[in-house]
């Protein structure tokens, strides 16, 4: 039964993100688990929502530069993604982001010093 725990996990997250009266556009998958990263990516395919992922060989910075040039307004980030997660956020104009921690079950201290972001976490879902 332990193949249900990430299915029930991306199936929160997902119903959580489409029920905020912020419209996605696009979303970044800053996930390292490769089971939960590819539920994500089939289950926003499905909904024909566009999907931004890390390349593992890639230079991060790349992923970095594409998603401050998108429209992208929805960031789901495990705990190791953090450092570019912090790249990120200072360096995007987007207002009305969205970025779902996966991990945490509460909010760190850290995310109050990013106004201009609205951040989720495990206590968010149902």
Do not use: G
Not at 52 to 68: D, G, H, M, S, V
Not at 86 to 92: A, G, M, V
Not at 101 to 116: I, K, R, V
Request: hydrophobic content about 40%; glycine content about 0%.
């Amino acid at each position: 039964m332990c193949y249900k725990l990430p299915i029930n996990h991306v199936a929160s997250w997902i119903n959580v993100l489409t029920s905020t009266d912020i419209p996605i556009k696009s979303v970044a998958l800053l996930i390292d688990n490769s089971p939960v990263h590819d539920l994500f990516v089939e289950q926003f395919n499905h909904r024909d929502i566009k999907t931004y992922q890390q390349i593992k060989e890639a230079n991060p910075n790349r992923l970095i530069k594409q998603l401050i040039n998108s429209d992208c307004n929805i960031l789901l980030v495990d705990r190791s993604n953090y450092p570019q997660l912090r790249q990120l956020i200072p360096s995007s104009t987007q207002q009305n982001i969205v970025i779902a921690l996966t991990q945490e079950s509460w909010m760190p201290d850290w995310t109050w010093a990013f106004a201009q972001c609205h951040f989720l976490c495990q206590q968010d879902l149902p």
